[in-house]
């Protein structure tokens, strides 16, 4: 039987004048088949598709008496491995490999239901999601503060030498001032400068940091975080970091930490703001200025006044005193003949 694309070869063969033996010579079979294909008509039939071949029949292994065996135990036990179900089977008579049984379970053993991960998109002035990460550069290492908000995707990104409570407040007054504003609430993960205890997976309460529940108060907004190990909520900002790793940092070269900032600065102008995010398919300052800016709540009149940490943190500058300075004296040399007149004359 003459094969699809044999069948196409030949009908463009044939309609470029082609020879039978040219043709039986290019496809590579005898001319007299041609000439039979010719005959029996088998270039009149269909070539709008190509034939569907049905599914080939099971070959019969020596699987086969055990496999609803291997199904039931594996139904009532997902994750039983191979090794173990090949020692059960043997015990019931099984001689053959454990290659096919390995195989077999792969394809049919069970598997979890993946949980979905909800995209959660907020609402404008809603939500802010805030994380540090860390960076090394030549001069030492340094942690990103990223800060954005979660309707507009607008990003604020500020590198500190320490990822500790100081940078964290400093930080966050920085990018509240760029927003012009505050949230309603503050997404946070398992920030230790903010989050001392998370008993929620036990039945608990969350336990946060007095001192941070303080500046909470102070700017008006909520503290939110991630459950233990489900850091994927928290993906607007977990897609920066990679952004800002890729986008900005590869490939570009920085003299100290004045000039990381100022680079930094003009990226996130010029770059991180204003490109078309994926996800909203607009630019961040364009639908933060449309639909976000008015909805965030005004910034207090003062800043925040820590009462633990040091927000200027008072250098100890070591003050260099002058040698203390030795008198000296001016001793007037005489002759004894002087001393001598003072007394009266030498006796």
Known sequence: MIGWES?????????????????????????????????????????EEPPRYG????????????????????????????????????????DGGYTQLKEYVRSVRPRPPVEPVIRFETAPGRQVQVDFADFKFDWGKRYALLVVLGYSRLLWVRFFTRKDMRALVEGLEEAF???????????????????????????????????????????????????????QTKGKVERPISYVRDNFVYGREFLNDGDLD???????????????HQTIREQ?????????????????????????????PRRTEVVKLPPPRVPVLDVERRPLSHYAELVGGVR
């Open 177 to 231: 001032a760029f927003f012009g504003g505050t949230p309603q609430e503050v997404l946070f993960d398992q920030m230790k400068s903010v989050i001392t205890k998370d008993g929620r997976m036990n039945g608990e309460k969350l336990v946060s940091n007095a001192e941070f529940l303080r500046f909470a108060a102070h700017y008006d907004f909520k503290v939110r975080a991630c459950r233990p190990y489900r850091a």
């Open 284 to 312: 961040p300052v364009v639908r933060f200025a449309r639909d976000e800016r008015a909805l965030l709540q005004p910034l207090p009149p003062r800043p925040y006044q820590s009462l633990v940490v040091d927000r200027n």
């Open 262 to 276: 100022a680079q930094l600065h003009r990226w996130l102008e010029r770059t991180a703001n204003v490109r078309i």
């Open 55 to 94: 599914p080939r029949p099971a070959v019969p292994t020596n699987l086969d008496p055990y496999k609803a065996t291997i199904q039931a135990r594996l139904e009532a036990y997902p994750k039983l491995s191979s090794v173990r179900l090949l020692e059960e089977i043997r015990a019931a008579g099984y």
């Open 7 to 47: 069948r196409v070869l030949f009908r463009h063969y044939l309609a470029e004048g082609l020879s039978k033996t040219a043709i039986a010579e290019r496809l590579g079979i005898s001319r007299k088949t041609v000439t039979r294909w010719i005959r029996n008509g088998d270039l009149d039939r269909d070539l």
